[in-house]
């Protein structure tokens, strides 16, 4: 695997972190999240608020812990964003 391979987009990563968020039922904690989408504690952090402040995802508490809903754009996000990657790769070019 080369350098660039391994490389992923901010917009990878925001569609990672979104599909975990799907792939658990619309709402995942942290830790799925993290381990999900391959990610340091610090950019989860840095992530996850950019998400929310994008109105992509929500911050619920649940029993006392955090979770992540997504939302109708964040589902939108990940619809488009599938989109955009198979129309690339037609063209031989890889998100």
Same mark, same amino acid.
């Given at each position: +695997?080369?350098?660039?391979?391994r490389y992923r987009s901010k917009m990878r990563i925001c569609y990672d972190m979104l @599909? %975990?968020?799907? !792939?658990?039922g619309g709402e995942a904690g942290?830790?799925?999240i993290l381990y999900g989408a391959n990610l340091s504690y610090e950019r989860l952090k840095r992530y *996850?608020? !950019?998400? /929310? #402040? &994008?109105? *992509? /995802?929500? #911050? %619920? #508490? @649940?029993?006392? &812990?955090? /979770?992540?809903? *997504?939302?109708?754009?964040? @589902? +939108?996000?990940i619809i488009h964003? @599938? &989109?955009m990657t198979e129309f690339a790769k037609?063209?031989?070019m890889i998100l």
């Open positions: +695997m080369t350098a660039r391979q @599909r %975990v968020i799907q !792939e658990e942290p830790t799925r *996850l608020a !950019e998400l /929310i #402040e &994008k109105g *992509l /995802i929500e #911050e %619920v #508490e @649940r029993d006392g &812990k955090r /979770i992540y809903r *997504l939302t109708d754009s964040g @589902r +939108m996000f964003f @599938r &989109k037609a063209f031989g």
